[in-house]
């Protein structure tokens, strides 16, 4: 039995070579059109017959020097490159096939097969259109390698012509006849007798050149085939089995789905192997470089200069006292709260910005998390995702609402008796004292003299509570200073401006030391004010309440700042970030574990089981193929 079968219909048997022949002209004009154009997508066509032997045959189209037709302008290329790309490659032989009646110095095939092949190691000629040869000449010459000479030689075969394709005349009668035209030729007839001519004899040369092609690249060849199988076998089993129609065996993938799942979920929050990646962080590393590096960068972005001008300091201070006047050196409370409240809501946008952040990539965890066998499952990997979606919104949403809460919490009270807020006493003290007393001479005392101020920008300076630009922050123990130490950490230098609690100081000499001291940090807020207040005149008692609440805000600013830094990290992690890890399986389970659900979240996809099916028929090739070059290798041996 006889039959053809293509690779667009697989399912559809030809036993006519008639119809052969029209579906490969059908499936021609479907790709190229009508216009006579070339595709590099093949038609790929099986025969399977008792008469042939066993052969892949590439037949490439003949070269065209000038467009015709509707034929594209640069045709001539778009084939020629079509040709080398399969005459390239070193594993193939090339068929050069001319036209015995044409100048073969001229021919194409031959040049381009030497362009490839320059030592014609992997070329055998094929003379075709002997019998149109002019009367009196023959293509022995060529035939005997006399003209060109390739390793491995030319051999002359007559096809059908236009006329007998015409007339369907079989291929049978076709070798018949051209046995006959050999035998009575006087040139060939001594070939046709030991049958070096024809095309049965061409069939049975390509045959043994194959093999003993496939012999010199076996080794090659074998490798390439073994990692192939290995490759192909490892995406079978990606696929895994087709499933069942068994309720227990949905039950049992189900679990270990889930189980799977919860296991890649927790391990990429907590650190392991899963999702590792060289080039960036993910993950838990992610979430934690957001609370320790991110998010303190933005909270301490927001430096109180930047968003309470002077104007806006003295006209709180002027608004809140009414029609009162002020006793020199009072404290203004009511400006101080309504301004540091101000501040602190702005700590709002930082803090959502830290929920937000971890959210997302909670979410990105959990879609990276699918274990393989949910891209079989396209319901089952829907219903994980929408289970998994809602469970992230209510933490979050629980989250969000507790950062809320944080920053109420610091609206409701402003505490001023915080252990580290800053000593009012001493800095009305330092910011009050007269400018002349600062030149009164010290007292006598026993014990060493004082010791001069350090320079503007020293260690002393930059620990002021009254540095309201921010600088370098400094560690050291507390000094009677307005300041005292100040917060750890580089990142924001208006941290460093906050005040700690400070001792009062005990003598008059120490109250002057600390308000020289004060002094060099004058001259840069005098500035400042005289920029924000253009116009504006001051007395040394607004100057001085203004320069008090400056120092009042800094510090207490910088309290409420690190209560947000250490509460809404733990805010998160509680809320949210455990509250998932703790609830992810249950909420699967409850959602999921349904028994009305299994039949239908275990429909595989379409496209699934079609990949299945041709990575079986690839690893069943590559396993023949495997097996054909083990034979013949066991042949060479």
């Not at 962080?281 to 957001?290: D, E, N, Q």
């Not at 840069?524 to 008090?548: F, H, K, N, S, Y």
């Not at 947000?564 to 949210?576: E, G, T």
Request: charged share 25%.
């Amino acid at each position: 039995e006889e039959w053809g079968e293509f690779l667009h219909c697989p399912k559809k048997k030809f036993t006519v070579f008639k119809d052969i022949r029209k579906e490969i002209e059908d499936e021609t004009e479907r790709i190229t059109g009508k216009k006579q154009a070339i595709s590099h997508n093949p038609i790929r066509l099986r025969i399977t017959s008792p008469h042939v032997p066993d052969l892949t045959l590439v037949d490439l189209p003949g070269m065209t020097k000038v467009p015709v037709g509707d034929q594209p302008a640069d045709i001539e290329t778009q084939i020629r490159d079509l040709v080398l790309k399969y005459t390239a490659n070193p594993n193939s032989i090339i068929l050069s096939v001319t036209p015995a009646n044409s100048d073969i110095a001229t021919s194409d095939s031959i040049q381009i097969a030497r362009a490839v092949d320059p030592k014609g190691d992997r070329t055998i000629g094929v003379l075709t259109k002997l019998d149109l040869m002019d009367k009196g000449t023959n293509a022995l010459g060529m035939l005997q390698g006399k003209v060109v000479q390739l390793k491995l030689g030319f051999i002359g075969v007559i096809n059908r012509s236009q006329k007998d394709i015409a007339d369907e005349k079989d291929l049978e009668s076709s070798r018949k006849d051209e046995l006959k035209y050999f035998a009575s030729h006087p040139a060939y007839a001594q070939l046709a007798s030991s049958h070096h001519i024809g095309t049965v004899f061409l069939a049975r040369r390509l045959n043994s050149i194959l093999l003993s092609h496939i012999k010199a690249r076996l080794p090659a060849l074998r490798n390439r085939i073994m990692s192939l199988v290995a490759t192909s076998r490892k995406e079978l089993q990606s696929l895994g089995e087709a499933p069942s129609d068994d309720a227990d065996d949905h039950r049992k993938m189900l679990l270990s789905v889930i189980t799977q799942y919860v296991d890649n979920f927790c391990t990429t929050i907590d650190g392991g192997r899963h999702l590792t990646s060289f080039s960036e962080l993910r993950g838990g590393a992610r979430i934690s470089h957001t609370f320790n590096q991110l998010f303190p960068q933005r909270l301490n972005a927001i430096l109180p200069h930047e968003n309470l001008p002077p104007s806006e300091i003295h006209m709180t201070i002027r608004n809140t006292k009414g029609a009162r006047t002020s006793l020199y050196g009072s404290v203004p409370q009511d400006a101080f709260e309504m301004l540091v409240k101000k501040l602190i809501k702005q700590l709002r946008e930082p803090a959502s910005w830290c929920v937000d952040t971890v959210f997302d990539e909670l979410r990105m965890i959990s879609e990276e998390c699918e274990p393989k066998e949910l891209q079989r499952f396209e319901t089952l990997r829907d219903r994980f995702r929408e289970v998994s979606a809602e469970m992230l919104s209510r933490c979050f949403r629980d989250a969000k609402k507790m950062i809320e809460s944080l920053i109420l919490f610091e609206l409701a009270y402003i505490n001023t008796n915080h252990p580290d807020f800053c000593d009012i006493g001493a800095v009305l003290g330092a910011t009050f004292v007269e400018p002349l007393n600062l030149q009164a001479p010290p007292q006598k005392a026993q014990g060493p003299p004082a010791q001069a101020p350090p320079p503007a920008g020293s260690a002393g300076d930059q620990g002021n509570p009254l540095n309201w630009f921010g600088g370098k922050e400094s560690k050291g123990a507390r000094s009677a200073t307005p300041v005292g130490k100040q917060s750890k950490g580089g990142a924001g230098e208006a941290a460093a401006s906050a005040a700690a609690p400070v001792e009062p100081p005990k003598s008059r000499s120490e109250q002057m030391q600390l308000a020289r001291r004060l002094q060099h940090d004058r001259e840069a807020r005098r500035q400042w004010l005289q920029e924000g207040l253009a116009g504006v005149q001051l007395d040394p008692r607004e100057e001085g309440e203004i320069e008090l609440v400056i120092t009042l805000i800094v510090s207490y600013f910088d309290i409420v700042r690190k209560n947000l830094r250490d509460s809404v990290p733990k805010a998160i992690m509680h809320f949210m970030v455990n509250q998932a890890k703790d609830k992810v399986q249950v909420e699967l389970l409850r959602s999921l574990y349904k028994e009305d659900l299994m039949g239908e979240v275990f429909v595989e996809r379409p496209e699934t089981t079609e990949q299945r099916k041709q990575c079986r028929q690839m690893v069943s090739a590559l396993e023949k193929a495997l097996g054909v070059l083990n034979e013949v290798r066991s042949m060479q041996e």
